[in-house]
């Protein structure tokens, strides 16, 4: 597929040498198409969390090619590499790593100033990004005094501000209620319905259920892949 927003081939990562070594990933091919949500399910320790990284290119695979937007990420520069992530993906981390120091609304408006986007508009899009997740009056307050939900959302507000191509999702429903966790996947989806492309690392079968596709992986396998129902 070569209008693939990800494409990843063979791709393995190891941990350790010797007695110590890890296969985390042994050999994953996917391909992901503008609009579609994929979900990845799989038992812990099975992979999910480190294929994210190296289709964020926040990790590199041991072998195997990753092309991020028709682009070949492995082997590039640190710095090339950071601009490519900064412009083109969001990510929610299964711990949501807001930075601490920074309000609800400087979070989510942190990867449009870092693209160049002056502040005022960035917190503009920054407070639409809130309001649109319920979140308007945290606004001002920072992650340690918000609830654990309310700092995972302000995660997936910052993933999908500006134009993201590829959106990275690890657990982001694990402290939600199942509301608000359905809320959260419309968000998603709507993402997707218009042009982005996301995986979505999941263990709810209801969650699963928005999905486009269903990767399941173990011991670093992709052990099937079928259509949600
Ligand atoms: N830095 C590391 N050093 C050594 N082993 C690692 C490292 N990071 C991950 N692993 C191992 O790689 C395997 C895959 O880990 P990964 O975090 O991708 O699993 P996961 O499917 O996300 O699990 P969970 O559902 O618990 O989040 C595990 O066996 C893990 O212990
Ligand atoms: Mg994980």
């Not at 070594?21 to 996917?30: E, K, N």
């Not at 990753?66 to 969001?90: N, P």
């Not at 986007?117 to 308007?136: K, N, S």
């Not at 918000?146 to 694990?174: C, F, K, N």
Request: with cysteine; glycine share 10%.
């Amino acid at each position: 597929m070569t209008d693939s927003i990800l494409d990843l081939r063979a791709v393995t990562r190891e941990h350790g040498t010797g007695d110590a070594l890890v296969q985390a990933l042994r050999g994953v091919d996917l391909q992901l198409a503008p609009g579609e949500l994929v979900a990845v399910m799989g038992p812990s320790g099975s992979g999910k969390s480190t294929l994210l990284n190296i289709a964020g290119g926040l990790d590199a695979p041991t072998s195997g090619s990753v092309r991020l937007a028709g682009t070949e990420i492995v082997g590039m520069s640190a710095t090339a590499l950071a601009a490519l992530r900064r412009t083109s993906v969001g990510y929610v981390f299964q711990d949501y790593n807001l930075v601490p120091t920074l309000s609800a609304v400087e979070n989510v408006a942190l990867p449009l100033e870092l693209d160049g986007v002056g502040w005022r508009d960035a917190r503009r899009q920054g407070l639409e990004a809130l309001d649109r997740i319920g979140l308007l009056e945290v606004a001002d307050r920072f992650p340690d005094e918000m609830s654990g939900g309310q700092r995972q959302r302000v995660a997936i507000a910052r993933a999908l501000v500006g134009p993201r191509q590829l959106v990275l999702a690890d657990e982001p429903t694990g402290a939600l209620d199942t509301t608000t966790g359905e809320f959260v996947l419309t968000q998603l989806r709507d993402a997707c319905d218009a042009g982005a492309a996301a995986l979505l690392v999941t263990h709810e079968a209801r969650y699963a259920a928005w999905a486009d596709r269903i990767v399941y992986l173990q011991d670093g396998l992709e052990l099937a892949t079928q259509g949600a129902v």
